[in-house]
Nanobody, 119 residues
């Protein structure tokens, strides 16, 4: 069973930065695609970034391209999301999720971490 644990959320001012972390276990996750999604109250979860753990290929949604960057620590099975130039519209809960490579459904989820950007 894959477990994902996010951390790094908090309160930041407009234009500021935050780095989210997602620690994955067990150690063998090379068959997974990990992703960051966010969900505002009353709305569906939006995929904002994803990475294939086996080859590092990435995807970014247009809404975050150029502002958010993923990186990873393969030894520690940890995924990071560096968020720069934050805006109030980025205020929401961020989730780390995983799916089997080639699959369509994210079946593994973290608990979510709240990010609040003050104006």
């Amino acid at each position: 069973q894959v477990q994902l644990v996010e951390s790094g959320g908090g309160l930041v001012q407009t234009g500021g930065s935050l780095r989210l972390s997602c620690a994955a276990s067990p150690r063998t996750i090379s068959y997974l695609t990990l992703a960051w999604l966010r969900q505002a109250p009353g709305q569906e979860r939006d995929l904002i970034a994803a990475i294939s753990w086996s080859d590092g290929s990435t995807y970014y949604a247009d809404s975050v391209k150029g502002r958010f960057t993923m990186s990873r620590d393969i030894v520690r099975n940890t995924l990071f999301l560096q968020k720069n130039t934050l805006k109030p519209v980025d205020t929401t809960t961020y989730y780390c999720a995983g799916k089997r490579r080639g699959g369509t459904v994210y079946g593994y989820w973290g608990q979510g971490t709240q990010v609040t950007v003050s104006s």
